[in-house]
C-alpha cells in the first residue's frame, strides 16, 4: 500500500514538471511570434567593365587594359586601384606601381581622389624618368576614366612629398593627361626638335606652348611672340648638329651645337648654347632666356 502511495507521488511530480515546461515554452514561443523577424541583409554585387592603364613592356608610355570587376561594399575607386596595383593581365604590359605598395585609403571630393599610399610606393620604385612618368600617370588616368574625377592627389603616408624621384613632385594634384597613352612623353631634345621646327614654319603659339611658365614667370604670348617676329621670322631652318645633356638640380641642361639658315641662304653656327628644361607635371618645358 505505501509503495503504491509512493508510486502515486511521483507520477504527480513528473506530470507537473511536464505541464510547467510545456506552459513556459508556449510563452515563449508566442513571445517570439510577436517580435519581429529581422534578416541581415546581403550586400549586393556589383560587376563593372573598367579601364585600367599599365605601362607598355619597357616601361615608356601607357597602355589601356580593360577588365570586368566585381565589388560589394568597396568602392569603385578602392577596387581599381587594387587591380592596378596587382598588375596587368595582359602578359605584353607591365606592373608601374611596387607590388608591396600598400592601399591605406582613397577618398574623392568635389572632383579631386585623395589616393594615400605606403612608403612602399617611394622606396621600392624601380626604373627611370619614364618609369616614373608612367607610374603617376597610370594612377592618375585610370582614375580619372571616371567621370566624377578630374584630378588625382597622391599623397604617401598622408603626406604631399616635394619629390617622388628624379623628376615629379607630389604636392599638387594631377590632371588627366592623354598625351602619354601609346606613346612616351617627350625628351629633352625631342621637345627641342619640336620647338625648332615651330619656329620654321612660324607656328608660334605651339613654341609658346613649349615654354615652362610658372605663375611667377611674366612672359605672355604677346611679348614671345613679337619678339619672334623681329629676331627670328628670317630663320627658316634649323639643324642640330650635336648637343650633350646634364641633369640639373631643377631638370636638364642641353648644350647645342646648331645652325640657323636664313632666307637670303646665308648660314649662322651657334656654338654650346645653352636650353635649360623642366619637368612640369611629367612633360619637359624649355625654360626661354631669350626675353
Known amino acids: 500500500m505505501r509503495r503504491n502511495v509512493w508510486l502515486l507521488l511521483l507520477l504527480i511530480l513528473i506530470f507537473t ?41 619597357g616601361n615608356e608610355y601607357l597602355k589601356r587594359e580593360q577588365r570586368a570587376i566585381e565589388r560589394t561594399k568597396e568602392s569603385k575607386e578602392e577596387v581599381i586601384l587594387r587591380e592596378l596595383i596587382d598588375g596587368p593581365k595582359d602578359q605584353l604590359l607591365s606592373k608601374t606601381i611596387p607590388p608591396q605598395t600598400r592601399l591605406f585609403s582613397v577618398s574623392t571630393v568635389n572632383g579631386t581622389s585623395y589616393v594615400n599610399l605606403s612608403k612602399e610606393f617611394i622606396t621600392n620604385f624601380i626604373g627611370g624618368d619614364r618609369a616614373e612618368v608612367t607610374t603617376v600617370y597610370s594612377i592618375v588616368n585610370t582614375l580619372t576614366e571616371l567621370e566624377h574625377i578630374k584630378q588625382v592627389q597622391i599623397l604617401v ?34 621637345t627641342l626638335e619640336t620647338y625648332f621646327t615651330h619656329l620654321e614654319n612660324m607656328e608660334y603659339r ?32 634649323y639643324t642640330i648638329k650635336g648637343y650633350s645633356i646634364i641633369r640639373t638640380k631643377e631638370g636638364w641642361l642641353m648644350v647645342v651645337d646648331y645652325e640657323e639658315k636664313y ?23 624649355m625654360i626661354f632666356k631669350e626675353i
Not at 26 to 49: F, H, K, S, W
Not at 158 to 186: A, T
Open 206 to 237: 605651339r613654341a609658346y606652348d613649349l615654354i615652362y611658365r610658372p605663375l611667377d614667370y611674366d612672359l605672355d604670348y604677346a611679348i614671345f611672340y613679337h619678339y619672334m617676329r623681329r629676331n627670328k621670322i628670317e630663320i627658316v631652318d
Open 17 to 57: 514538471i511536464l505541464m510547467t515546461r510545456c506552459v513556459t515554452q508556449q510563452y515563449y514561443d508566442d513571445r517570439v511570434g510577436e517580435a519581429p523577424l529581422e534578416i541581415a541583409p546581403y550586400p549586393e554585387r556589383i560587376v563593372e567593365l573598367v579601364n585600367i592603364y599599365f605601362a607598355n613592356g
Open 157 to 190: 603616408e598622408g603626406e604631399r612629398i616635394e619629390h617622388y624621384q628624379n623628376n615629379l613632385s607630389l604636392k599638387e594634384p594631377y590632371p588627366r593627361n592623354e598625351g602619354v597613352i601609346n606613346k612616351p612623353f617627350p625628351t629633352p631634345s625631342e
Open 263 to 285: 632666307k637670303d641662304g646665308s648660314v649662322v653656327e651657334k656654338k654650346k648654347a645653352e636650353f635649360e628644361f623642366k619637368n612640369e607635371l611629367g612633360e619637359w618645358q
